[in-house]
């Protein structure tokens, strides 16, 4: 007589061989992680337009620029120069960190060789000056033997909407040309020349109510160019104050500097300040590796969690199905006469639940191949190793735990 | 007693919310014979199968099968086949006969040859590695026939087993159920074509609203106190012949009642002077008037 569990196995492995077996089958396994992906694609596309349509500009009318009036008639360039030195910093940084695409300009070549052999900020000030200098004189050289910093202040003016582009935290916005100077703002505003334009009064370092915005943009756009626009008016007025107050500037960095704690592990060797990281570019790249790849072992169980729920929902639904087709074909009545109720049954999950596994090792594997294949491709990880971040997608306890809370979740909806 | 037949109904009741699908059902089906379960739709005949494949527990009563009341321990020695028969679409001929053959507890070898054997005798020979989708519903059928005998069950339980078969089917199903028989096997079959029960059957139970109306080997059940007879004359030639009670006659037939103990071969002889007769039936109960008379009455007493 046929063995109880050998008749469930029978029964499994049927189940699981109709489905396993059909070429639709295999083709929605892996279409289905596709189709995910578009569908999330159109989402964020859709999210995308609603929040351009929520604008009073269609997305080709943002100008991304901005006046200023500047009633003080330094302030204004004084906070100009500050948006120009922080994204010469993060240039800067962005070469350090880099050894790729950037490195294709010569001049960027140089600049990460000056960056070994100089301090980062003693740098910055240096081509900070010229750019500065160049900026409002309208320097130009191409001349191979001229310095250094001339021939960058060049090559900056010329690149820099490619340095917006690429580089993180770049200025996404630019004041209009001082030359164009008009007394209707508001006719630049209201033909979407400008997003908005600031004024700064007279007594601005002093005075309580600080400066005006003019926008007709009520988005969050208009929200962003005002704090980035603020934060660097707010440098500039500290700077000042501190000037009236006798205190100098480096005093009042140091004093400003907020406190931080590192996250970090016992055993590991973490840099001490934001200045030995820039020094030190192979321990940067190390230091975001790290970062990035604990942020990265955070998000990794989220891809089993939704496959996990996934797999319950459409496994009862599966076994529904199955079990209505075979009671309504009498196929059950027929199958019941050769074994038991609960035997059909358990055969049945467990026949499901080895569909369901096979569906999830093959979405698990692709995931896996995406992340080693694709890793480069997301800007967010620009040098980490993708196969140190597929071995931690696939930790056995990630697996291990992914399988109790299958047959767990699984066995309860079944 | 068990031990001489194949399977007892013991006082059995099935009740499914207020209905009684079985009341006070008893019965004794001898081994080696075929037996039939014939009643109106809706009689409990499917029920009462159901019962003895162990689909469904009776409600109270017992059932004993192959000489145990625990019919999941003889599952693999009974084959059946359920009135409306469903396939598995998508699977293969061949395997799905070998996966029911497994589930009976066939190994995988002897299953595929038993199943070949069987295919090729039923002329499905070709169609084995067809899925079942593509067959028509005839041959479905048959694949459905030769899953319930793959395994080689001494026990048949066929419900409906000639519904939907081309007459050439009809003939090859009944070859199958004589030669089973010659092989010691006892097949209990439901039907509702009277005239094969009459022609198959050694044995009927008559099933009416889940009780046993009529039940017995065939020949005792037709056995009744009626003769007919086709004849030249009318009706009145039969007056003051011995033991004949009443005459009733329609056309050129005639059917008299006759009392219990009369002899047929002495009324001939007084009616052969009187008129010409060219049929004299003394079998003259039909299994069709039986149940017609059976359920009939019942309602009439209703």
């Known amino acids: 007589m046929i063995s109880y569990f050998h008749a469930i196995w029978l029964i499994a492995k049927r189940d699981w061989l109709e489905a396993a077996s059909t070429k639709l089958f295999w083709v929605g396994v892996l279409l289905g992680p596709i189709l995910v992906m578009i569908l999330f694609v159109i989402s964020m596309l859709a999210t995308t337009i609603s929040i351009f349509e929520s604008t009073p500009f269609a997305e080709d009318e943002v100008s991304n620029q901005y006046a200023v009036i500047d009633h003080t008639n330094s302030l204004g360039q004084e906070i100009a120069d500050a948006i120009l030195l922080s994204d010469l910093q993060k240039t800067i940084r962005y070469v350090q960190n880099r050894e790729n695409d950037l490195y294709n300009f010569e001049i960027l070549t140089e600049l990460a060789e000056l960056t070994e052999n100089h301090e980062v900020e003693e740098l910055v000030d240096m081509i900070g000056d010229t750019l500065l200098v160049s900026a409002r004189t309208g320097l130009v050289s191409l001349d191979d033997s001229a310095p250094f910093v001339d021939r960058f202040s060049f090559w900056w003016e010329a690149m820099t909407p490619f340095l917006r582009e690429h580089v993180t935290g770049f200025s996404q916005y630019w004041e209009t040309d001082p030359n164009e100077v008009t007394t209707d703002w508001d006719v630049l505003l209201s033909t979407g020349q400008i997003d908005g334009y600031f004024v700064i009064p007279s007594d601005f370092i002093d005075a309580e109510e600080g400066g005006k915005f003019f926008t007709l943009d009520d988005s969050y756009r208009a929200l962003t160019l005002q704090n980035w626009y603020t934060q660097f008016a707010s440098e500039v007025l500290r700077k000042h104050r501190f000037d009236a107050s006798d205190i100098d500037f480096e005093t009042a960095r140091r004093l400003m500097r907020p406190s931080r704690f590192e996250r970090s592990t016992p055993n590991e060797q973490t840099s001490d300040t934001v200045a030995s990281l820039l020094t030190s570019p192979v321990d940067t790249i190390e230091h975001i590796n790290e970062s990035v790849i604990e942020e990265i072992a955070q998000y990794a169980p989220v891809g089993y969690q939704y496959i996990l729920w996934f797999m319950v929902l459409i496994g009862s639904a599966m076994i529904l199905a199955g079990t209505v087709e075979e009671k309504s074909t009498r196929i059950a009545e027929l199958i019941l006469s050769s074994t038991t109720a609960s035997q059909l049954m358990d055969g049945k999950l467990i026949g499901v639940a080895l569909v369901l596994l096979t569906i999830a090792s093959v979405w698990i594997c692709m995931l896996g191949v995406l992340i080693f294949f694709g890793g480069s491709l997301i800007a967010m990880l620009p040098t980490v190793n993708a196969g140190s971040v597929v071995g931690m997608f696939f930790n056995p306890i990630y697996i291990f735990n992914f399988l109790i809370y299958f047959v767990l979740g699984f066995d309860f909806y079944g | ?302």
């Open chain 2, 1 to 302: 007693m068990t031990s001489f037949n194949s399977v007892i109904f013991e006082n059995t009741f099935k009740v499914f919310g207020e209905l009684c699908a079985l009341n006070n059902f008893s019965l004794s089906i001898p081994p080696g014979c075929i037996y039939g379960f014939i009643g109106p739709n809706g009689a409990g005949k499917t029920t009462a199968m159901r019962l003895l494949v162990g689909i469904t527990e009776p409600t109270s009563g017992e059932v004993q099968v192959l000489g145990t009341s625990d019919v999941s321990q003889i599952r693999h020695q009974i084959g059946y086949l359920p009135e409306e028969k469903g396939l598995y679409k998508r699977m293969r001929v061949l395997d799905y006969i070998v996966y029911l053959g497994r589930l009976n507890g066939m190994s995988k070898l002897t299953a595929a040859s038993q199943a070949k054997e069987l295919l090729n005798k039923f002329d499905l020979s070709q169609w084995q590695r067809s899925r079942c989708q593509e067959l028509s519903k005839g041959m479905g059928q048959k694949v459905q026939l030769i899953a319930t005998l793959v395994h080689d069950p001494i026990l048949l339980v066929l419900d409906e087993p000639f519904s939907g078969l081309d007459p050439v089917n009809v003939e090859l199903v009944r070859d199958i159920i004589f030669d089973r028989v010659k092989q010691n096997a006892t097949v209990i079959l439901s039907t509702h074509i009277m005239e094969q029960a009459e022609t198959l059957c050694d044995q009927i139970v008559l099933i009416n609203k889940g009780e046993s109306i009529v039940e017995g080997p065939i020949e005792d059940i037709r056995k009744g106190n009626t003769i007919k007879i086709e004849h030249s004359g009318e009706c009145d030639v039969f007056y003051g012949i011995e033991h004949v009670i009443s005459v009733k006659q329609v056309g050129r037939t005639a059917t008299l009642q006759v009392s219990e103990n009369a002899d047929t071969q002495e009324i001939l002889a007084q009616v052969l002077p009187r008129t010409r007769v060219s049929l004299f039936n003394t079998n003259a109960v039909s299994l069709h008037e039986i149940f017609l008379r059976a359920v009939g009455s019942e309602k009439k007493m209703k």
